[in-house]
Nanobody, 119 residues
Framework: VQLQASGGGLVEAGGPLRLTCAAS????????VGWFRQAPGKQRELVAR???????TYGDSVKGRVTIYRGNSKNTVDLQMTSLKPEDTGVYYC??????????????WGRGTQVTVSS
């Protein structure tokens, strides 16, 4: 499974941005999709995740400002962000967990897309 994140860029504080994660390859049964981010010198943290049968979860620092949802294209998931703050700056990674045809659960990561919020 390959994950391609796109949509990152430079945005002014207060502005919106939408990220898209496109999954390809041997997709069988996706159980969780999510977005994480990592700022320079900091650990990777959860932004949003959607789990089959468990609903969505958002990181405390972004609650009320981001929404994760299925994209318009097949096997895509979008992250809509609003009211962006400089502290939202970082590399945003897409994560997918699926159960493959043999029943094994695997986690996949994309390369990430840079989001920079200017003050």
């Amino acid at each position: 499974v390959q994950l391609q994140a796109s949509g990152g860029g430079l945005v002014e504080a207060g502005g919106p941005l939408r990220l898209t994660c496109a999954a390809s390859g041997n997709i069988f049964r996706i159980t969780v999709v999510g977005w994480f981010r990592q700022a320079p010198g900091k650990q990777r943290e959860l932004v949003a995740r959607a789990a089959s049968g468990s609903g969505t979860t958002y990181g405390d620092s972004v609650k009320g400002r981001v929404t994760i949802y299925r994209g318009n294209s097949k096997n895509t998931v979008d992250l809509q962000m609003t009211s962006l703050k400089p502290e939202d700056t970082g590399v945003y990674y897409c994560n997918l967990i699926q159960t493959d045809y043999s029943g094994e659960t695997r986690s996949y990561w994309g390369r990430g897309t840079q989001v920079t919020v200017s003050s």
